[in-house]
């Protein structure tokens, strides 16, 4: 099996044709970490996450002052619109406002595709995947319906390369984890905002929301099965007044620019708390953020971090001893990343085992759109749809554990009709491509004699090259 065709296939989003040898694989990916951009300018050309929280705060305005949607209105909004005419026109101002969001999206989407197809760095693009599925957000929900593009784009992508702690703290800043984990109106029930509530018998009171400290025990640091309920209440307590500037308007909260990351003090929960056997006894946002320091060095964090990284590179099943070299390595280097990847590199696991790993629908279109020499183009806001179709909208898992990373979740008869059908449809979008020169490209050392022998009986060039993009070894990486 080619030691190149794991590099691209594996390790990076797939061979194009044009590609060209590769004399050191492993030298290679780990020097695209050298030329690799966090900001290129296809993403510093849209709409941030303090525009997108601007414009989630504004459509909900819109939607209490239209009466739909079932937002409460709040004291002081104006009475909703009535009659047929007034109806009419608030149907047509949210349907924009709908628009909007979707168009939004669609772009955030078409730049994170126009890089996994043109980037020189296609590791570091996969890692920036792989992190953002492990700190997933969902956009099927109002608050993050177009959060995903800017939690990937601002959190992820200036960290991929640094100290998981430095990953941590910045995607739990970021709005978009704080607006789809209920953070941004997390309330100490004894914090000067909540005594004031209860001493004027406010109709709404004020109340701590744990969604977002338990996610991060379960799913970005411990893992699952390694905390406690008591746990999950003291890091709650600590994240107390980590909010949005310019989406929450309360009384004794501080102003702040919109989609910036506040700490208001006086929805902060005083006292100390413990969380994973330890005692914190910082005051304000420091609390919290010694418990991340401590959650992402330790050991059980880093046996998570491990196991994951070598299931998405290696096996569903990964090798314990590998799991044990990369959770020792990630302490000894505390908690920096490059070395895990280098690791990964080198480790004769990743390089032995043929085609482990069943590709996702993401990988596998993006893979395909590389071999077919696809790239950035208007056309591409169809990809979107077919990644619908085959099950992985992008940025929508429906949950904060993210996508599956096995074939299990992948691998089923109706799943694999569905990539025929798509494949029929791609291969259409590649012109008078030789399906058999293409596939000794993009699948060198790989290759079956039965692949090859279907493709080169193929009735036409576009069967053919459906055919190489549903076989076995193109499926695989």
Same mark, same amino acid.
């Given at each position: 099996m080619s030691i190149a065709a794991i590099a691209h296939n594996r390790f990076g989003l797939g061979a194009r044709p044009d590609a060209g040898a590769v004399a050191d694989p492993a030298a290679w990916l780990m020097a695209q970490f050298d030329g690799f951009a966090p900001r290129p300018a296809i993403i510093t050309a849209l709409p941030d996450a303090a525009?997108?929280?601007v414009q989630y705060r504004? $459509? &909900? /305005? $819109? %939607? /209490?002052r239209l009466g739909i949607g079932g937002i409460p209105r709040q004291p !002081?909004?104006?009475e909703p619109p009535t009659g047929p005419e007034a109806q009419a026109m608030a149907e047509a101002e949210q349907k924009a406002r709908r628009e909007a969001f979707r168009a939004a999206y669609a772009g955030q989407v078409r730049a994170r595709l126009a890089l996994a197809l043109d980037s020189p760095a296609p590791f570091a693009e996969r890692l920036v995947h792989f992190w953002s599925n492990h700190f997933a957000i969902s956009t099927d929900k109002l608050a993050t319906a177009t959060m995903g593009g800017p939690l990937e784009f601002e959190a992820i992508r200036p960290n991929i390369a640094g100290r998981f !702690?430095? &990953? &941590? &703290?910045a995607v739990t800043r970021h709005p978009g984890m704080m607006f789809y984990l209920d953070q941004a109106q997390s309330i100490g029930p004894n914090s000067l905002l909540a005594l004031a509530a209860r001493r004027r018998n406010a109709p709404r009171q004020p109340g701590l929301n744990e969604n977002l400290a338990r996610e991060i025990l379960e799913l970005h640091t411990l893992g699952a099965g390694h905390y406690s309920q008591a746990d999950v209440a003291g890091l709650a307590r600590a994240l107390t007044g980590w909010s949005v500037g310019g989406f929450v308007r309360r009384p004794l909260g501080l102003d702040a620019p919109a989609g910036q990351f506040v700490f208001q003090p006086a929805w902060h929960e005083p006292g100390p708390v413990m969380v994973a056997g330890r005692r914190y006894d910082q005051e304000g946002e420091a609390q919290a953020r010694n418990i991340l320091a401590d959650l992402a060095l330790h050991p059980l964090t880093a046996r998570h971090l491990a196991t994951k990284l070598a299931r998405h590179f290696v096996a569903d099943v990964p090798p314990p001893a590998l799991i044990d070299r990369l959770a020792a390595l990630y302490l000894a280097n505390g908690g920096a990343l490059l070395p895990l990847y280098q690791a990964l590199v080198a480790a004769p696991e990743a390089w032995a085992v043929p085609l482990?790993?069943?590709k996702s629908p993401w990988d596998w279109t993006i893979s395909a759109m590389r071999a077919l020499g696809l790239k950035d183009g208007p056309g591409n806001g169809r990809v979107a749809i077919m990644l619908n179709e085959l099950g992985q909208p992008v940025w929508r898992p429906g949950s904060p554990a993210g996508w599956p990373d096995a074939a299990s979740r992948w691998a089923a008869p109706d799943a694999l009709l569905r990539r025929v059908e798509v494949a029929g449809r791609l291969a259409g979008l590649a012109g008078g491509t030789d399906p058999r020169r293409l596939a000794a490209s993009v699948l060198p050392g790989i290759l079956s004699a039965a692949t090859a022998s279907a493709i080169a009986r193929a009735e036409s060039p576009g069967e053919g090259l459906a055919l %190489?993009?549903?076989?076995p070894e193109f499926l695989r990486r």
């Amino acid at each position: 099996m080619s030691i190149a065709a794991i590099a691209h296939n594996r390790f990076g989003l797939g061979a194009r044709p044009d590609a060209g040898a590769v004399a050191d694989p492993a030298a290679w990916l780990m020097a695209q970490f050298d030329g690799f951009a966090p900001r290129p300018a296809i993403i510093t050309a849209l709409p941030d996450a303090a525009a997108m929280t601007v414009q989630y705060r504004d $459509n &909900l /305005r $819109n %939607l /209490r002052r239209l009466g739909i949607g079932g937002i409460p209105r709040q004291p !002081g909004d104006p009475e909703p619109p009535t009659g047929p005419e007034a109806q009419a026109m608030a149907e047509a101002e949210q349907k924009a406002r709908r628009e909007a969001f979707r168009a939004a999206y669609a772009g955030q989407v078409r730049a994170r595709l126009a890089l996994a197809l043109d980037s020189p760095a296609p590791f570091a693009e996969r890692l920036v995947h792989f992190w953002s599925n492990h700190f997933a957000i969902s956009t099927d929900k109002l608050a993050t319906a177009t959060m995903g593009g800017p939690l990937e784009f601002e959190a992820i992508r200036p960290n991929i390369a640094g100290r998981f !702690g430095d &990953l &941590l &703290l910045a995607v739990t800043r970021h709005p978009g984890m704080m607006f789809y984990l209920d953070q941004a109106q997390s309330i100490g029930p004894n914090s000067l905002l909540a005594l004031a509530a209860r001493r004027r018998n406010a109709p709404r009171q004020p109340g701590l929301n744990e969604n977002l400290a338990r996610e991060i025990l379960e799913l970005h640091t411990l893992g699952a099965g390694h905390y406690s309920q008591a746990d999950v209440a003291g890091l709650a307590r600590a994240l107390t007044g980590w909010s949005v500037g310019g989406f929450v308007r309360r009384p004794l909260g501080l102003d702040a620019p919109a989609g910036q990351f506040v700490f208001q003090p006086a929805w902060h929960e005083p006292g100390p708390v413990m969380v994973a056997g330890r005692r914190y006894d910082q005051e304000g946002e420091a609390q919290a953020r010694n418990i991340l320091a401590d959650l992402a060095l330790h050991p059980l964090t880093a046996r998570h971090l491990a196991t994951k990284l070598a299931r998405h590179f290696v096996a569903d099943v990964p090798p314990p001893a590998l799991i044990d070299r990369l959770a020792a390595l990630y302490l000894a280097n505390g908690g920096a990343l490059l070395p895990l990847y280098q690791a990964l590199v080198a480790a004769p696991e990743a390089w032995a085992v043929p085609l482990p790993k069943f590709k996702s629908p993401w990988d596998w279109t993006i893979s395909a759109m590389r071999a077919l020499g696809l790239k950035d183009g208007p056309g591409n806001g169809r990809v979107a749809i077919m990644l619908n179709e085959l099950g992985q909208p992008v940025w929508r898992p429906g949950s904060p554990a993210g996508w599956p990373d096995a074939a299990s979740r992948w691998a089923a008869p109706d799943a694999l009709l569905r990539r025929v059908e798509v494949a029929g449809r791609l291969a259409g979008l590649a012109g008078g491509t030789d399906p058999r020169r293409l596939a000794a490209s993009v699948l060198p050392g790989i290759l079956s004699a039965a692949t090859a022998s279907a493709i080169a009986r193929a009735e036409s060039p576009g069967e053919g090259l459906a055919l %190489l993009l549903v076989s076995p070894e193109f499926l695989r990486r």
